[in-house]
């Protein structure tokens, strides 16, 4: 699931002052499950925007509405029927949504309502960690299904470092070690040996690092 947090409302109110009528546009995705721009946040960020404007005496038009996704053409079309028009758009999706819907919409303006932070799950209620950094080479076979790259603070391949103490990690002393957890999985599968086996040197170009990554299924196009 990716994780988002919304932006400040001080930097929503500056990013969108110049418009007059805008659209505070939601999705049903991820940013729904993690609280972030769903429905119910949707209708309170119009809310303050409105309540903001007022105060300054300016008179704006803020309009609400939810997408089922931003990230899929067919759902993105359907801003084409929005009622009363708009000159803005406020996207409460991850910065997949704003792209999308930017790249759609080339005579809108699109800003994000939210900050995408990472991808993760439901650790306890109202609390998400990461734990995958989709850098496009799985190595989770080699590691207990635990990642080190999204989840050791120095992406090690082959730890843990020589700073983890008392399996804490040295740069965040209230993370859990990833390599230590590691270890403990393996060894309580029977699978220790694997930590003897010395990683090698990892190539970085399919995490995104030679530019925006394309995935085509053959089988799937039109």
Same mark, same amino acid.
């Given at each position: 699931?990716?994780?988002?947090?919304?932006?400040?409302?001080?930097? $929503?109110?500056?990013?969108?002052?110049?418009?007059?009528? $805008?659209?505070?546009?939601?999705?049903?995705?991820? !940013?729904? !499950?993690?609280?972030? *721009?769903?429905?119910?946040?949707?209708?309170?960020?119009?809310?303050? %925007?409105? /309540?903001?404007?007022?105060?300054?005496?300016?008179? %704006?038009?803020?309009?609400?509405?939810?997408?089922?996704?931003?990230? =899929?053409?067919?759902?993105?079309?359907?801003?084409?029927?929005?009622?009363?028009?708009?000159?803005?758009?406020?996207?409460?999706?991850? *910065?997949?949504?704003?792209?999308?819907?930017?790249? /759609?919409?080339?005579?809108?303006?699109?800003?994000?309502?939210?900050?995408?932070?990472?991808?993760?799950?439901?650790? =306890? @209620?109202?609390?998400?960690?990461? @734990?995958?950094?989709?850098?496009?080479?799985?190595?989770?076979?080699?590691?207990?299904? /635990?990642?080190?790259?999204?989840?050791?603070?120095?992406?090690?391949?082959?730890?843990?470092?020589?700073?983890?103490?008392? *399996?804490?990690?040295? $740069?965040?002393?209230?993370?859990?070690?990833?390599?230590?957890?590691?270890? =403990?999985?393996?060894?309580? /599968?029977?699978?220790?040996?694997?930590?003897?086996?010395?990683?090698?040197?990892? =190539?970085?170009?399919?995490?995104?690092?030679?530019?925006?990554?394309?995935?085509?299924?053959?089988?799937?196009?039109?």
């Amino acid at each position: 699931m990716i994780i988002a947090e919304r932006k400040p409302l001080a930097e $929503i109110v500056e990013m969108t002052r110049n418009h007059e009528n $805008i659209l505070v546009l939601g999705c049903r995705g991820c !940013v729904t !499950v993690c609280s972030a *721009g769903g429905e119910r946040e949707v209708e309170l960020l119009a809310s303050l %925007i409105r /309540l903001g404007a007022k105060k300054e005496g300016r008179k %704006i038009t803020v309009q609400e509405g939810v997408l089922v996704r931003q990230c =899929d053409k067919e759902y993105v079309d359907s801003l084409d029927s929005w009622k009363n028009g708009y000159d803005a758009i406020v996207s409460m999706a991850c *910065g997949v949504g704003v792209n999308f819907i930017a790249n /759609l919409r080339p005579s809108t303006m699109v800003y994000p309502g939210v900050n995408t932070t990472f991808f993760g799950g439901s650790q =306890d @209620q109202g609390v998400w960690t990461e @734990q995958c950094a989709g850098c496009g080479n799985c190595v989770l076979h080699l590691t207990g299904g /635990l990642c080190p790259v999204a989840r050791c603070a120095k992406s090690l391949m082959n730890g843990p470092c020589g700073g983890s103490q008392n *399996g804490k990690c040295e $740069i965040h002393s209230e993370v859990d070690c990833i390599w230590q957890m590691i270890h =403990d999985r393996l060894e309580r /599968l029977d699978r220790k040996e694997q930590m003897l086996e010395v990683a090698p040197i990892r =190539d970085w170009r399919t995490a995104g690092h030679g530019g925006p990554r394309k995935t085509t299924r053959d089988d799937l196009t039109v």
